[in-house]
């Protein structure tokens, strides 16, 4: 199933996509649980989950439907507690990075087994019908494309052989990056420089993350082309891994890190990125 969050006037809506149609699904949502503070360190929709499906399924075509290309998309998940966020994990993403100096600035690039993985800021996180804004006109802005998953149940010391079971589904994820000295947190996480979509893809639908191809183009230039199978830590790995340092709960997110081919973008760019079994989406840039 393919769920995404979408803009209607004021209003954000849930919405099954079916051959460019969406569904709205919305009521559904009443089901869920309600919280007073202290709120939860999930997110509520991705953690019932496994309970919505199934009302959605039984909503679609008997409420509101629009075409996709006339919605306005958000990012699929709204409350994602951490964005785990996975360096270098291409080889030759790590070549690349090593003989660039306008990527590295003289430090050191290091494996990701050596330095781990990172955190990014939950406010840099956006949908594709929001422009990406760039406001250190004075630096590089890079895209970096990515497989990004999305837990849908908690997680603690999770063994490979186990990870898959606790990913409720995958979407395109973009780590936009200003390139500099300073730490890759801080580098990563201006606002809009997460994009998620355009949709949720449950993990029964996708399959086997290690086997998809992708791609990114600017303004209509390949920029990016690679198979998840090149990923030096895989999704279950990193998964493990992940889980090691920090309880992974419903609707966290991982990006799993970006091939060779990252590049520059300024205002007036437009990306166009797509990953096999997921689907394709354009991400404008503008000036902040």
Request: proline fraction near 7%.
């Given at each position: 199933?393919?769920?995404?969050?979408?803009?209607?006037?004021?209003?954000?809506?849930?919405?099954?996509?079916?051959?460019?149609?969406?569904?709205?699904?919305?009521?559904?949502?009443?089901?869920?649980?309600?919280?007073?503070?202290?709120?939860?360190?999930?997110?509520?929709?991705?953690?019932?989950?496994?309970?919505?499906?199934?009302?959605?399924?039984?909503?679609?075509?008997?409420?509101?439907?629009?075409?996709?290309?006339?919605?306005?998309?958000?990012?699929?998940?709204?409350?994602?507690?951490?964005?785990?966020?996975?360096?270098?994990?291409?080889?030759?993403?790590?070549?690349?990075?090593?003989?660039?100096?306008?990527?590295?600035?003289?430090?050191?690039?290091?494996?990701?087994?050596?330095?781990?993985?990172?955190?990014?800021?939950?406010?840099?996180?956006?949908?594709?019908?929001?422009?990406?804004?760039?406001?250190?006109?004075?630096?590089?802005?890079?895209?970096?494309?990515?497989?990004?998953?999305?837990?849908?149940?908690?997680?603690?010391?999770?063994?490979?052989?186990?990870?898959?079971?606790?990913?409720?589904?995958?979407?395109?994820?973009?780590?936009?990056?200003?390139?500099?000295?300073?730490?890759?947190?801080?580098?990563?996480?201006?606002?809009?420089?997460?994009?998620?979509?355009?949709?949720?893809?449950?993990?029964?639908?996708?399959?086997?993350?290690?086997?998809?191809?992708?791609?990114?183009?600017?303004?209509?230039?390949?920029?990016?082309?690679?198979?998840?199978?090149?990923?030096?830590?895989?999704?279950?790995?990193?998964?493990?891994?992940?889980?090691?340092?920090?309880?992974?709960?419903?609707?966290?997110?991982?990006?799993?890190?970006?091939?060779e081919g990252v590049g520059p973008v300024v205002p007036g760019d437009v990306m166009t990125c797509g990953i096999e079994g997921i689907?394709?989406?354009?991400?404008?840039?503008?000036?902040?």
């Amino acid at each position: 199933m393919r769920i995404c969050r979408f803009r209607l006037g004021t209003e954000d809506r849930v919405g099954v996509v079916v051959d460019g149609v969406v569904h709205d699904v919305t009521p559904a949502l009443d089901s869920l649980p309600s919280y007073r503070y202290p709120l939860p360190h999930f997110d509520p929709l991705i953690a019932a989950l496994p309970m919505l499906v199934g009302k959605f399924r039984a909503m679609l075509g008997n409420g509101p439907s629009f075409p996709l290309e006339e919605l306005a998309l958000l990012a699929p998940i709204a409350n994602p507690g951490k964005i785990v966020a996975a360096p270098v994990n291409y080889r030759k993403h790590l070549a690349e990075a090593q003989a660039d100096a306008a990527i590295h600035f003289n430090t050191q690039i290091k494996q990701i087994h050596e330095i781990g993985v990172f955190l990014k800021a939950n406010s840099s996180l956006i949908g594709p019908s929001d422009p990406v804004r760039l406001a250190h006109h004075d630096r590089r802005n890079d895209h970096e494309m990515e497989l990004a998953l999305v837990i849908g149940k908690e997680a603690s010391n999770v063994a490979a052989a186990d990870a898959l079971s606790h990913v409720a589904g995958y979407c395109i994820g973009l780590d936009m990056t200003i390139r500099g000295p300073e730490e890759r947190s801080l580098r990563k996480s201006a606002d809009t420089f997460t994009v998620m979509g355009p949709w949720l893809v449950t993990a029964d639908e996708l399959g086997d993350p290690g086997q998809l191809d992708f791609d990114l183009s600017v303004n209509g230039a390949l920029r990016q082309k690679a198979n998840t199978r090149d990923l030096v830590l895989s999704v279950p790995t990193l998964i493990e891994y992940a889980s090691r340092f920090y309880t992974l709960h419903p609707g966290d997110v991982i990006l799993t890190g970006t091939p060779e081919g990252v590049g520059p973008v300024v205002p007036g760019d437009v990306m166009t990125c797509g990953i096999e079994g997921i689907g394709r989406m354009t991400v404008q840039v503008i000036a902040a």
